[in-house]
């Protein structure tokens, strides 16, 4: 008989759902677990559980009580909403490593002129996760020669000549 039966799937269930979903743990009862814009969306809205000004050019770093664990393989990173980010609020770091298993918080940053004020339930940034290549660097003495080789900054197909300092 190919497969596993019944009886040994359920057994072994637990360890598959832990294995293979992202899990989140609300550390406080004012915490609200991620959310989805749809069902194709990338990221995990994740929402501010109290109400904390950031003063213009400044960085807060934002409790949102909540645990975040992904299977081996993927890491997670707090990225940038939209919304947010047309204010000047910015999240200002953002990775979660694999092996990370305690309280997410949310650096975010205001590049504004003006002070802002985070509320209570305001989705703040977004949870990405993503596959990763976990591989060493190796030295070597030198890299082969490419067409964009040292002498432009940006992918973007502006090519700006870099001035060393």
Sequence with gaps: MWGIDSEQLQQELPQLEKEMGIR???????ARITTKGSRLAVGHDLYCIEDIPIPANSQVLVKISLAVAVPEGPYSR???LSGIATKGITVDAGVIDADYSGEVKVLLGNHGKLDYEVKIGERIAQLVVETIDNQDGMKVDG?????????C??????WLELKET
């Design 143 to 151: 890299l082969d020669e490419t067409e964009r080789a040292g002498k």
């Design 24 to 30: 989140i743990q609300r550390l406080d009862k004012k």
């Design 78 to 80: 707090i990225a940038p």
């Design 153 to 158: 900054f940006s992918s973007t197909g502006i």
